[in-house]
């Protein structure tokens, strides 16, 4: 056997459950790795500019480090800032821009987990466990519709400005959906909501449906319910209803459709994840998958409906992780 490092643990993925993972396994005498493809909380990074948390700081926090704020709901920058507070406070070892392009469990029990910094270069890293944090958002829910690839179609939506005085087709009736729809409206750009739904989603946040609702009834923001896109062109889209077919012109369209974990990614390593509402297979008590060892964090253990796991809950699968590799390679007291 070659003479390279071993490491305690490899975490794939810095976003805020990678980041408490880390955490717990240095709290129980571990020195974890993270190799993160972007920078710290990437996802955060892609939310809206202008974007404010559902949860309160108090259910956002890691670490056992204060999420501190005058407001009740955080916004986007102030958990940005948060959170690479936490890691470099914990002084976490994290490898930035280096994407994880498998992790296989060897004969003698370890794990090579290979990697491509930016540069091209390739590496393999030796570890005793694998904890996948990989969170969802690269991988858009797709409508499967002519024209979704389209340059003027986004599956994202960072801020209103880039819109203003267009006219715009949102597809959904999210958190999303609704808060893109009112700054869309701010800056003056000609909203269509299109949902298939018989109302917007009951989850949205209490404070801004009073203020969707006002806008559609004022006739600021149209809204098409249990209505579907068919068909996207450059200028234009077919839009299907109860009451027939009808093109809408536009300028842009934002699919706001959601997001899934990648299932291929967990399948290569030997994780038993079909497609579907089926969650990975794995110990919810530990989050070690049927592939002993290799343990999932957050949002990519959950099945097809990604908001089944949050940071206010996600940030606890490291607690289970750590607790359980503690029970397997326990630490000597200094």
């Not at 070690?288 to 089944?308: C, F, H, I, K």
Request: a neutral charge; hydrophobic letters at 40%; proline letters at 6%.
């Amino acid at each position: 056997m070659s003479n390279q490092e071993i490491e305690d643990a490899v975490i794939i993925g810095a976003g805020p459950c990678g980041l408490s993972a880390a955490a717990e396994l240095q709290d129980r005498g571990f020195n974890p790795l993270i190799v993160e493809k972007e920078n710290v909380v990437f996802s955060i990074s892609c939310y809206p500019t202008n974007m404010q948390f559902f949860s309160t700081p108090a259910l956002l926090e890691i670490a056992g480090i204060p999420f501190v704020t005058p407001h009740d709901k955080p916004s986007r920058l102030e958990a940005l800032n948060y959170y690479r507070t936490v890691a470099e406070r914990r002084n976490l070892r994290i490898r930035r821009y280096e994407k994880v392009t498998a992790a296989e469990r060897r004969t003698d029990g370890l794990f090579a987990v290979r990697s491509v910094r930016r540069t091209g270069e390739a590496r393999e890293t030796i570890a005793k466990a694998v904890i996948v944090a990989t969170g969802y958002f690269d991988h858009p829910n797709r409508i499967g519709i002519p024209g979704e690839d389209l340059p003027h179609v986004s599956h994202f939506f960072r801020e209103a400005h880039p819109y203003a005085g267009t006219r715009v087709i949102i597809i959904g009736g999210s958190n999303s959906a609704v808060d893109a729809a009112l700054e869309l409206e701010r800056v003056g750009a000609k909203v269509t909501v299109v949902y298939r739904g018989e109302s917007v989603s009951a989850n949205i946040k209490p404070w801004v449906r009073p203020l969707f609702d006002g806008m559609v009834n004022k006739g600021r923001i149209d809204l098409r319910l249990q209505s579907r896109i068919t068909a996207i062109r450059p200028d234009e889209a077919t839009v299907q209803s109860v009451n027939g077919t009808e093109t809408v012109g536009c300028d842009f369209v934002l699919a706001l459709t959601g997001f899934r974990p990648d299932r291929g990614f967990l399948r290569a390593m030997g994780i038993h994840a079909p497609d579907g509402d089926i969650p990975p297979q794995h110990d919810p008590e530990t989050m070690e998958t049927n592939v002993p060892g290799l343990y999932l964090a957050g949002v990519v253990s959950t099945g097809r409906d990604a908001n089944e796991i949050f940071i206010e809950s996600g940030r606890f699968h490291g607690r289970k992780i750590a607790e359980h590799l503690a029970a397997r390679f326990p630490r000597s007291a200094d």
